[in-house]
């Protein structure tokens, strides 16, 4: 399995997955036609696209989920309450799933996990590719991590996980203080120790990378971000690298295609 982030922050996100043929994408944050340009730097074809699946409706995961649907047939999967709350979609090209439940979409299989964070039914992701068992965790937009979410993501090959913010950055910064409660609630967003505590805690012997998400750009940097999960995985003696996701472009791919062979880690 490989795994491309199209994109990660406020102001879009969307991963790319693709195993032995199957092309996913784990939310469509971008306009179609930025999907476009983002998936080309992949060299992928929206038509190749199977199905996006979304984590929540909130509008830098989604929007472009109802234009692409219709422009080219892709099937949206997600929790009932999270495609009940995106407008505009073809019920007919939607399917409502259950956390815990494993589906299968060509040679990838799903299971969806709830989270904390203030939408509708959110959720994270582990997909596995079905040939080789590779696994891979994908969680952004949580507030605090469930015992549940603990759980599904034990034996990751790959990991994706959100470092929103920095503590200090976010307490000296411009935000009002009720952003600023809200970004570091329970429902909010995961802090870049939150982020490193909770990688150190998963990484297995088997774990291969880990790549930050969903950094702001107001109170966060790649380099607090990494320095963070770096630390946290030196305590786990874990020699798995790190890499940030940028907002502004394409980056990966991340993973491997075969289950065997380590990725370099990007130099972001």
């Not at 982030?5 to 997955?17: A, C, E, W």
């Not at 909770?198 to 940097?221: D, I, M």
Request: net charge positive; proline share 4%; charged share 20%.
């Amino acid at each position: 399995m490989r795994a491309w982030t199209l994109g990660s922050g406020s102001k879009g996100n969307s991963i790319l997955l693709e195993s032995d043929g199957t092309r996913v994408l784990i939310d469509a944050g971008y306009s179609p036609r930025a999907l476009v340009q983002r998936l080309a730097s992949a060299g992928v074809q929206p038509e190749s696209i199977s199905a996006v699946v979304v984590t929540h409706e909130h509008i830098d995961h989604v929007r472009g989920v109802s234009a692409a649907q219709r422009r080219w047939k892709w099937q949206v999967c997600g929790s009932a309450g999270t495609i009940a709350a995106i407008a505009e979609l073809d019920e007919h090209r939607c399917t409502a799933l259950r956390s815990g439940a494993a589906f299968t979409i060509g040679a990838l299989q799903f299971e969806l996990v709830r989270v904390p964070h203030d939408a509708s039914a959110p959720t994270a992701v582990v997909a596995t590719a079905t040939r080789t068992g590779f696994r891979t965790g994908i969680a952004h937009d949580l507030g605090a991590v469930p015992d549940a979410l603990r759980t599904a993501f034990l034996r990751l090959d790959l990991l994706l996980l959100e470092s929103n913010h920095d503590e200090e950055m976010l307490r000296t910064g411009p935000y009002p203080a009720f952003l600023r409660a809200r970004i570091s609630g329970g429902s909010g967003h995961l802090s870049n120790r939150q982020s490193a505590a909770l990688s150190r805690e998963l990484a297995g012997e088997q774990l291969r990378q880990l790549v930050l998400l969903h950094l702001s750009e107001v109170n966060n940097t790649p380099r607090h971000a990494v320095i963070a999960a770096e630390a946290a995985l030196r305590g786990a003696r874990a020699r798995c690298p790190v890499a940030a996701a940028p907002q502004d472009r394409a980056a990966g791919p991340f993973g491997d295609a075969a289950g065997g062979v380590r990725q370099l880690a990007l130099a972001l």
